[in-house]
């Protein structure tokens, strides 16, 4: 079948969709100084930070990815987001109220404070190095339905297809930073839910159930088992659960660019009100998102459509070309918001690690507050170009198992913070500063060792995500191995 949509009209909602970024940018950033840039002035409220951390927390990646698994994973992933719950409590009481304390701008300035500042480059290494692929990886996953279905058809080459959304984002977040991104990313996690529920509800019309039917449907299906209680599988539950309480911590807790929103709340009672009533969201989001993907399967079974080989191609084949105009437009608002909001965000919290953590320009006493701004911007624009280079570079080695992998080495990195912040809350040990680095290299060498040959070294055992954890306690024993000895 044809895509319903005409490549003009997905340009003209695009662009629509756009210009009411820009709108609200412009609106909320036309008086935004450097505290405005960095923490929103300590005045954003809570409950639009809660609510616009899910485009940060779902990428294009989720979008199409989550409810492609569940052909093959059933609900499975929810153990995981149950897992971040618990994650999430941890944040807003033990994480939350040391920032406060602080009154830190960037989180890794703790490290800098405890250990000294080569730790502190070193953690905001590993985010920018972790942030930038991981960005450009969701980006380049979402940009490339945007091109496969819009710019494509029209003949534009694909380098200019992503230019031109990287582009797009640089225009609406440069001038007002987290003060414009509070909402904008209210705005974006609206319509990438309402591109999911809608979406479901197409399904739904479309096999002429009502939604108490579907959910019985999905109820009665092969797909909703949630548990998984087999010790030997990758997917048991108490894997599971640990793994996405310490993704949480890890990937949200310590990444500047999830905790940077969270700071920008005026007083820590409402930033823990936030992560909390956040955690009931995700929980909510992603149930949603995998009753989707069981009602894809069902959907497909029932009009014989072939299942994709990869099934991430599942969702855009049945929006875009069986559903109907309705659900193609929603599930492209959908992607658009989720194409957005895997970039926005990110650079305003790169472009802050960097002035804070590497070039320490805040403790620079002779710069003006307009040099400082043109500083900011540079950078800024420079990250933008950054993450253009690195999906360009993805597209030219064009091997899914190569570029996972990449992604996958991005994600080691979150251990040593892990480690890092673990071992400087929870002991009162100092260490050798210089040799901290050496340490956040061999832990997750280590790791990924231990990872390739569990099955071998632990009698069928095989790791997962749980390996993340593995990664942070190798990083406090090596932590302890270079302490200071008074």
């Known amino acids: 079948m044809q895509n319903v949509l005409s490549p003009l009209a997905v340009i003209v909602i695009i662009l629509a969709y756009f210009l009411v970024l820009v709108g609200i940018s412009w609106w909320k950033g036309k ?45 499975f992933y929810l153990q995981i987001v149950i897992g971040y719950m618990a994650g999430y409590f941890v944040i807003a009481k033990v994480l939350l109220p ?4 602080l009154k830190l701008t960037s989180i890794y300035s703790y490290l800098g404070t ?19 692929i991981g960005a450009a990886f969701r ?30 984002i640089l225009i609406y977040t440069v001038k007002g930073g987290i003060k414009s991104l509070v909402w904008t990313d209210t705005f974006q996690s ?20 009502t939604l108490s039917e579907g959910i019985q449907q999905i109820s009665d299906s092969s797909y909703s088992t949630i548990f998984d209680w087999v010790p030997e599988n990758k997917t ?11 993704i949480a911590i890890a990937m949200t807790g310590l990444d500047q660019n999830m905790m940077q929103k969270n700071l920008s709340v005026h007083t820590l009672k409402d930033a823990q009100k936030n ?47 069986y559903l109907g105009v309705f659900a193609a437009i929603t599930f492209l608002l959908g992607i658009i918001a989720a194409t957005f909001s895997s970039a926005d965000s990110v650079l305003t919290t790169l472009t802050t690690s960097l002035y804070f953590d590497i070039l320490h320009l805040d403790k620079r006493s002779d710069l003006t507050p307009e040099k400082r701004k043109q500083i900011r911007n540079l950078i800024h624009a420079a990250f933008a170009f950054v993450l253009l280079g690195v999906i360009l570079l993805f597209r030219a080695i064009n091997n899914d198992a190569v570029i996972s992998g990449v992604f996958t080495a991005a994600g080691y990195t979150y251990g040593p913070l892990l480690g890092l912040f673990a071992f ?32 071998q070294l632990f009698n069928g055992y095989a790791i997962g995500f749980e390996l993340l954890l593995i990664n942070g306690l190798l990083t406090m024993l090596g932590l302890w191995l270079i302490r200071r000895r008074v």
């Open 31 to 75: 008086n935004a100084n450097e505290d405005s840039y960095f923490l929103g002035n300590k005045s954003s409220p809570w409950y639009l930070v809660a609510f616009g951390m899910i485009g940060d927390s779902l990428s294009g990646v989720t979008f199409v990815s989550v409810p492609g698994e569940v052909g093959t994973k059933q609900f």
């Open 98 to 101: 040391l920032y406060y304390r």
């Open 114 to 132: 405890r250990f000294g500042s080569i730790s502190q480059s070193t953690g905001s290494f590993y985010f920018l190095l972790s942030r930038t």
């Open 139 to 168: 980006l380049f996953i979402s940009a490339g339905v945007l091109h496969l279905f819009v710019f494509g058809p029209l003949g534009v080459p694909y380098a200019l297809s992503v230019s031109i959304i990287i582009v797009l």
């Open 190 to 209: 609206l319509f990438l839910l309402l591109g999911v529920v809608l979406t479901a509800a197409s399904i739904l019309n479309g096999m002429d159930w």
């Open 236 to 246: 048991f539950f108490p894997k599971q659960f640990l793994s996405g309480m310490f």
């Open 275 to 321: 992560v909390l009533w956040f955690s009931f969201i995700v929980l909510i989001v992603n149930v949603i998102f995998v009753s989707l993907g069981a009602l894809m399967y069902l959907y497909a079974e029932a009009f014989n459509i072939q299942i994709p080989t990869k099934t991430d191609d599942l969702l855009p084949l049945l929006a875009l070309d």
């Open 424 to 455: 400087g809350i929870y002991t009162k040990q100092q260490v050798n500063d210089r040799l901290v680095p050496l340490v956040c290299i061999l832990a997750p060498l280590l790791s990924f060792l231990l990872s390739k040959y569990s099955v």
